[in-house]
């Protein structure tokens, strides 16, 4: 399919582990966005790369949080050291563009870690 | 502090009838808004989106109004359908505000349209 795909789908894993969500986005898409929704919440911005800028790392709610795009295209999102309440469902999207009202953000299905 | 609050967290509606969801938010730096629509085990979807300079914007089924003075957003479907039942989330951002863009959302409202 042409759209934005995640992987793994769920990722249970124990309390101090390391974890790596992986994202690939619409391909031609320059912009990607993670995005994490905790249990009864909603959407959490985390992380926006645009082409070859800085990152917008300001949703990132730790340093046991960091995320690269490599060439571009796709994305890693790694917790290191997992803590239970960082258990939520991680979504990833991407646009044509960068953040404007005109690039719409087409979302992948997410990953559900539980940390246990 | 919640910027854009779904206070209703589920809405039941008889098929064919009128599903009218509700949003509100508080930063008054907001000029843009959207409705998202979730269904299990997928990412959201866009569904419609406003303009903080209109106050309406319809499309098909689907209508979104806008009261600025009262910082309040609402969706309209008419009429429901079995296939509208989903959750469905409000966001807002700052887009020509020279801010960072970023999508505020709302925890969403799960919509349960009954045969």
């Known amino acids: 399919g042409a759209g934005v795909s995640q992987s793994p789908s769920n990722k249970v894993t124990e309390k101090g582990k390391d974890v790596e969500l992986r994202c690939d986005p619409i391909?031609?898409?320059?912009?990607l966005y993670w995005y994490r929704q905790s249990l009864g919440q909603g959407l959490e911005f985390l992380i926006y790369?645009?082409?070859?800028?800085?990152?917008?790392k300001s949703g990132l709610p730790s340093d046991r949080f960091s995320a690269e795009r490599t060439g571009g295209s796709v994305s890693t999102l790694t917790i290191q050291r997992t803590q239970q309440e960082d258990s939520a469902v991680y979504l990833c999207?991407?646009?044509?563009?960068?953040?404007?009202?005109?690039?719409?953000?087409?979302f992948g299905p997410g990953t559900r870690l539980t940390v246990l | 502090d919640q910027q854009v609050k779904q206070n209703s967290p589920s809405l039941s509606v008889q098929e064919g009838r009128i599903s009218i969801l509700n949003c509100d938010y508080t930063?008054?730096?907001?000029?843009?808004f959207l409705w998202y629509k979730k269904y299990p085990a997928e990412g959201p979807t866009f569904l419609i989106s406003?303009?903080?300079?209109?106050d309406k914007n319809e499309d098909g089924r689907f209508t979104v109004f806008l009261n600025k003075s009262a910082k309040h957003l609402s969706l309209h479907i008419v009429p429901s359908q079995p296939g509208d039942s989903a959750v469905y989330f409000c966001?807002?951002?700052?887009f020509g505000r020279g801010s960072q863009g970023n999508l505020i959302f709302g925890k969403g409202t799960k919509l349960s349209v009954k045969p």
């Open positions: 999207a991407s646009s044509l563009a960068g953040r404007s009202s005109y690039n719409e953000q087409f």
């Open positions: 966001a807002a951002s700052a």
């Open positions: 391909s031609g898409h320059t912009a």
């Open positions: 406003i303009s903080s300079i209109k």
């Open positions: 930063n008054s730096m907001f000029d843009y």
């Open positions: 790369f645009q082409g070859n800028s800085a990152p917008d």
